[in-house]
Every structure is written in structure tokens, then in C-alpha cells.
């Protein structure tokens, strides 16, 4: 059965912090997705990975993929209030079906 | 360009009625799919429709729900007779093809009485 496992599933940070979410999957992938939900609301895309070494940065957040070690990173540069969500890691099945992680709720403090 | 569309936004039943949501895809997006989240959950794929074709339904309770993608543009997500358990936010989501990233609507909230 294939799992997606993310860890932390809760986050509290300081403002100005760095972090690091980690996603391992059990099945060979070659697209790893990350979205972010904030509460009540709908999911956004944040980074779509398609290869084995794939990192791709915007703002604060950057996310790479290890496809041989089934292992997928988002990382959290000098967090701010606003990076305050759910962060999903979402493993892409081969006729496009989504497996998502469980999520990681990130709360940024002052 | 115009975000996926669904309604209504919340619901609320009692158990054993019926309930039905839409969802407008992106236009020109041939891939459709609903998902259920219950509440501090991820969301659970229910069915995936590529144009008006039903590529995965496996984890859908056919007993109760059923869906449609008439014309393979708009769909509907119809559940009879609800449960209590059925209580959660059904979302839709399109994208051009099945290897493509999803774009989510808003949501529909459902809360079974």
C-alpha cells in the first residue's frame, strides 16, 4: 500500500526561524507535489517537482526531491506570521491521482 | 482566468436526505476530480473523471454517492442518503491533463445533522 509519510504533523515556530518538513513516500515517483490550505479555505500549489533533484524556491519556502530516497523537503527560511497553514505533501500517481500526507500545521509566532 | 467554481459553499441536512454539489472546471481542463477532507484530514480522492470518463472511482461508497460529468465539463457529486459521517468539505479540482497539477475550488462544507 502506498504511504506518504510527512513529520512534523505539528509545527510551532518563532518568527525568523528556520524549519525543515520532511516527506517520505513508499513507491517510486517521479512527481511530488507541496500545497498549502489555510483554515477554512481551499488548497493552493505551491511547487510541483518532477525529477530526481528538483528544487525550486519562491520567497521564504523551498523544496526540493529525492527521488532514490523516496524523500521530499520544505524548507522554511526566517519564517513570518503569514507562512502560518496546513503544508500538504501530495505523492502523484501515475494516472494523475494525488496521495496526500496527512499535513503538517505550521503556527509562526512572534 | 476564472478559478474552479463550486455550490453551494455550505450545506446543511439532516441524515438520511439528499444532497447534491457542481462544479465548474477550468475551462479547457479535461481532468476532473472530487475529493472529501474531513475535518483535520487530508483530502480522500472519491472519483476522477478524465472528460466525461470515470478513470478511478475506487474509493467512492457507490452504496451512496454517486457522480457525473455530462458533456465532460460540469459535474455533479450526489449523495443519498446522507450520514452523519458523510459531515465534512468536498472539493473539486480540475487540471488539463491527469499528469498535470490541480487547481482546488473552494469547497463545499456538508454538515449532517
Known amino acids: 500500500e502506498l504511504k506518504v509519510e510527512q513529520n512534523p504533523l505539528f509545527l510551532s515556530m518563532q518568527e525568523g526561524k528556520n524549519y525543515t518538513i520532511y516527506c517520505n513516500y513508499s513507491t517510486t515517483s517521479d512527481r511530488l507535489y507541496w500545497y498549502r490550505q489555510d483554515p477554512g479555505k481551499s488548497l493552493e500549489s505551491l511547487f510541483v517537482l518532477l525529477s530526481n533533484g528538483a528544487v525550486k524556491q519562491e520567497g521564504r519556502l523551498m523544496a526540493s526531491l529525492d527521488t532514490k530516497a523516496r524523500l521530499s523537503t520544505l524548507h522554511i527560511t526566517a519564517a513570518v506570521h503569514d507562512l502560518s497553514a496546513t503544508y500538504f505533501c501530495?505523492?502523484?500517481?501515475?494516472?494523475?491521482?494525488?496521495?496526500f500526507g496527512k499535513g503538517t500545521k505550521l503556527s509562526v509566532k512572534p | 482566468e476564472a478559478g474552479v467554481a463550486q455550490s453551494p459553499r455550505y450545506k446543511i441536512i439532516e441524515k438520511r436526505q439528499s444532497v447534491a454539489f457542481w462544479c465548474n472546471p477550468i475551462?479547457?481542463?479535461?481532468?476532473l476530480y472530487w475529493y472529501q477532507q474531513i475535518l483535520g484530514q487530508g483530502p480522500k480522492l472519491l472519483i476522477q473523471?478524465?472528460?466525461?470518463?470515470?478513470?478511478?472511482d475506487s474509493q467512492l461508497p457507490k452504496d451512496r454517492f454517486s457522480a457525473e460529468r455530462l458533456k465532460g465539463v460540469d459535474s455533479t457529486l450526489k449523495i443519498q442518503p446522507a450520514k452523519l459521517e458523510d459531515s465534512a468539505v468536498y472539493l473539486c479540482?480540475?487540471?488539463?491533463?491527469?499528469?498535470?497539477?490541480?487547481?482546488f475550488g473552494p469547497g463545499t462544507r456538508l454538515t449532517v445533522l
Open positions: 479540482a480540475s487540471s488539463p491533463t491527469a499528469e498535470r497539477e490541480q487547481f
Open positions: 473523471f478524465q472528460n466525461n470518463g470515470v478513470v478511478d
Open positions: 475551462s479547457g481542463h479535461a481532468t
Open positions: 501530495i505523492y502523484g500517481g501515475s494516472q494523475g491521482n494525488l496521495i
